[in-house]
Every structure is written in C-alpha cells, then in structure tokens.
C-alpha cells in the first residue's frame, strides 16, 4: 500500500511510541501506537517492542523511508528501564535494516527546533493538532504523546525531502 514516490514512516520509539505514515507531500496517513506484547521476565510481566508486528505494520504501508527519533538515556532512569528501552530501539532498528528500508535518526532537540514543537510532552500534541487539524484527534489524550511526536517526527522528514 504504497503512497507515491515516497512515504515516510516516522517512529517515536519506546513501549508508550507510534508509528506515522506521511505522503511525501506531508499529509498524514494514519498513526499507530507501537506494537508491543507482555513477557514474563523474572516473574514479572514486562511489555517489549513487538518485532513481528511492527514489522507487519510497515510491510503494509511499505515507506520509502523510515525516520526514528535518536535517543539516549533518559535523566534518573534506571538500569532495567534503560535496557528496555534500547532494546526497543534495536528491535526497530532490526526491522528497518530486514524489511531493507533506508533509516535515518534524527536527534529530538533538532527536528523539534526545526518545526517550532515545545520541548514537553503537552506542547507536541498541541503543534501536532496544530500541524493536523484533520487528525487532531489522535492527539487529544494526555497519552497521546508518542502519536504526536511521531507525526511530528515526520512533518520534519517531509520538509527536508522536498
């Protein structure tokens, strides 16, 4: 289901992530939340970045392109947190580089610089209904960040491919 010369998938990593779909031209598409599954870890239920789904959800849209947020660790995280959230990242990594799509990382403070986002969670899904008022909806929900910053990531991606 590909949309033209060229799509972009843009990915807000982390369990609370998503995944937007953009035209080349910047209209949005459709925003997932990231797909995850519980394990037992320990004895405790512990929710990881699903590499088959996610892989499935960008088989089905199949982007040209794929940007994903270049994190680091997080101030007062702890180890176990920290671990989880890498692998997160290298699973979606590992999708990207199997599925054979080009990826392309791009650090918060820089595309959020670029496209006028405040630094808080609060204030990305404000520009992002902003940016999409067709879609503001998806942004509504105070855990609708990760939706936001996705969508966001990709308003960037769009401006720079034009």
């Given amino acids: 289901m590909e ?4 799509s972009i998938a843009a990915i807000d990593p982390g369990n609370s992530g998503a995944i937007a779909i953009l035209s080349a031209d910047g209209h949005l598409i459709e925003v997932l939340d990231m797909p995850t599954v519980t394990i037992t870890v320990s004895g405790k239920q512990r929710r990881i970045v699903s590499a ?3 892989a499935t959800m ?3 849209h199949d982007p040209s392109e794929i940007w994903l947020e270049q994190v680091s ?6 180890s176990v947190g920290a671990f989880a959230f890498g692998r997160g990242v ?5 999708v990207t580089a199997t599925l054979g799509k ?8 820089v595309w959020k610089k ?12 404000a520009r992002a209904m902003q940016l999409f008022p067709t879609a503001a909806d998806q942004f509504k929900r105070v855990k609708d960040d990760g939706r936001a910053e996705a969508a966001l990531i990709g308003a960037y991606a769009c401006r720079l491919s034009r």
């Fill in 90 to 94: 290298g699973v979606i990594e590992g």
């Fill in 52 to 54: 088959p789904l996610l």
């Fill in 73 to 78: 660790t997080r101030p007062g995280e702890g």
């Fill in 114 to 125: 670029a496209i006028s986002c405040p630094a808080d969670k609060g204030g990305a899904r």
């Fill in 3 to 6: 949309y033209g010369p060229l």
């Fill in 102 to 109: 080009p990826l392309t990382t791009v650090r918060p403070n």
């Fill in 58 to 60: 960008l088989r089905i």
